[in-house]
């Protein structure tokens, strides 16, 4: 049966055209293909894409992209223009979450290989200062699972611990998890499925206590918290400002706006990035040597932060984060105001899970899905996740009186899995 089936996959493979078709027909069947997308354009995702309904701003994005369609950012050498802007997004994030001017930082594709790159130095710092070969990273189940997926890739054990009841990360438990070959400790602000900062302060400390770095993950709340705090909201700790956080993760690419894949990695002493390096010199072009998993890199994204970051500055992110949170208190007392709706937890920004404590959420979410509207969904408890963008604002009626009816007319649940979060 495998090999049959084996031989009709291969009996199906599309080969390359033997002759070209005409560009009109290529686009045709591109934007017909587009159809069957999740369509963000009008408000119907809550995550994967951050759209903020600007014209402005997806002018500044095209103009950008366009711009850097071809260049590879492999090599500043060759096109220094990169290196310069690569190295002004590093100065701006840095100087974003208080990083101390030795810092250093590196640029990612994306949160996940920001994060991989913190395990592998942490991993080799472990290595090396500590004779530390068969190693352990500790974070709270509510942390993104690229951390697992990094100790995976780095051969280290991954030790996940429980949550307290306000699903933020239990501090004595893993506390307990912690031994003589942790390499990292893990703490999110904030947290993916909830939206809720993880206590970073007490987190931070118990590492610092024990000499074992600290990752504060801000994929999300990078571009989130720091405008928080210049509209006088109070946020925890959780950036460099904390003496035990060593590095950081930054995606620019959700709340900062930018095309993917944008993200930046943070270490508190600029020597570390050493561990980050590849350097190889025996094959014949001469010495290969770079900082991401990646070799050959998308210049678009460099580009699109350095436009974006340069054009709106910090007032425009203030001015945007104002807004998101006035949209988001309408998405929360909206839903809270249906019978029998609650928000799980404190979150902090504009992410926010809800339960249904008198129906099944997973069938209510079932009636939204049919409606068109991409919801996540979330487990311990059972809820659904929204990652809020500025463009929502304009379909917070028209979600909740879909909600609504969702809540009054549904049948039974499809169940826990609708696809990739």
Not at 78 to 106: H, I, K, T
Not at 136 to 153: G, T
Not at 369 to 386: A, C, E, K
């Amino acid at each position: 049966m495998t090999e049959q089936l084996e031989t009709e996959v291969l009996a199906e493979r599309l080969a390359l055209p033997e002759r070209g078709r005409r560009a009109a027909e290529v686009f045709q069947e591109l934007f017909e293909r587009k159809t069957s997308d999740a369509d963000w354009q009008h408000g119907r995702t809550f995550n994967l894409v951050y759209p903020t309904g600007r014209s402005d701003v997806d002018t500044v994005l095209a103009e950008a992209n366009n711009a850097y369609l071809y260049e590879n950012a492999l090599n500043p050498l060759r096109f220094p223009s990169l290196g310069s802007m690569q190295r002004d997004v590093l100065d701006m994030v840095a100087s974003l979450v208080s990083a101390p001017a030795n810092a250093g930082a590196g640029f990612s594709s994306g949160g996940t290989e920001s994060i991989l790159l913190s395990v592998l130095v942490s991993r080799e710092r472990a290595r090396v200062e500590r004779g530390i070969e068969h190693g352990n990273i500790v974070f709270p189940s509510s942390a993104h699972p690229a951390f697992a997926k990094a100790a995976f890739y780095t051969g280290l054990e991954a030790r996940h611990t429980s949550l307290a009841s306000d699903f933020s990360a239990d501090v004595e438990a893993l506390a307990a998890a912690v031994d003589q070959n942790t390499v990292l400790v893990v703490g999110s602000a904030y947290n993916f499925p909830y939206g809720i900062m993880d206590p970073i302060e007490e987190l931070s400390q118990l590492a610092l206590d024990r000499s074992i770095p600290f990752h504060s993950d801000t994929c999300i709340g990078s571009f989130v918290l720091p405008f928080m705090e210049r509209l006088g909201i109070e946020v925890p700790p959780y950036d460099f400002r904390l003496p035990g956080v060593t590095q950081m993760s930054c995606d620019i690419h959700k709340y900062g706006y930018v095309t993917k894949g944008a993200s930046v990695v943070v270490y508190r002493d600029r020597s570390w990035l050493d561990h980050q390096i590849f350097d190889y010199d025996v094959w014949p072009p001469g010495r290969y040597r770079n900082a991401s998993v990646a070799g050959a890199r998308a210049a678009a994204p460099v580009a699109s932060a350095w436009s974006l970051m340069n054009y709106l500055g910090l007032d425009g992110y203030t001015e945007i984060m104002r807004d998101l949170l006035s949209t988001t208190d309408r998405f929360k007392n909206g839903i809270t105001a249906l019978s029998g709706l609650e928000i799980i937890g404190d979150p902090i920004g504009p992410l926010i899970a809800f339960t249904s404590t008198t129906n099944d959420i997973f069938a209510i979410a079932d009636v939204m899905d049919d409606r068109g509207w991409h919801l996540n969904r979330v487990h311990r408890p059972n809820g659904v996740q929204m990652m809020i963008a500025p463009l929502h604002e304009r379909y917070v009626d028209e979600f909740l009186a879909d909600l609504g009816e969702a809540v009054d007319h549904h049948g039974t649940s499809r169940g826990f899995y609708n696809g990739y979060n």
